[in-house]
């Protein structure tokens, strides 16, 4: 479970907030689940959120579902990025990310089978 203070940051600074929480509870700790969990919640509270933010959102839950396993939620959020209404210069931004992401998937998702 996040502690209180880093609860306070993620709601303070929004969806972005989520991700930076859920990343250290992920990557920092180890803690895929709680932080897939967290960050579920993020994207639940700030459906409005800036694409942009959302985009990011969604390329690490679908990094920390493949992670977990569960290719099927990863290439829903990975489907969930190209739905978005990005700008080029956004798309071009996230290019590196998201070829990484995708990778990882498709990698997750052939180990599987």
């Known amino acids: 479970m996040p ?22 509870l992920g990557d920092a700790q180890g803690d895929d689940t709680v932080a897939l969990n967290t ?7 700030y459906p409005d959120a800036p694409a942009l933010e959302r985009a990011r959102a969604y390329l690490y839950r679908a990094e920390l579902a493949a992670r977990l396993k569960n290719v099927g939620l990863a290439q829903e959020s990975l489907t969930a990025v190209a ?31």
């Open 3 to 24: 502690d209180p203070d880093a609860l306070y940051h993620a709601f303070a600074a929004g969806l972005a907030g989520f991700v930076d929480v859920a990343a250290r």
């Open 39 to 45: 960050l579920e919640k993020g994207l639940q509270k």
């Open 83 to 113: 739905a978005l209404n990005l700008s080029d210069l956004e798309r071009q931004s996230l290019a590196e990310e998201l070829a990484r992401t995708t990778e990882l998937v498709q990698e997750t998702a052939v180990s599987k089978n």
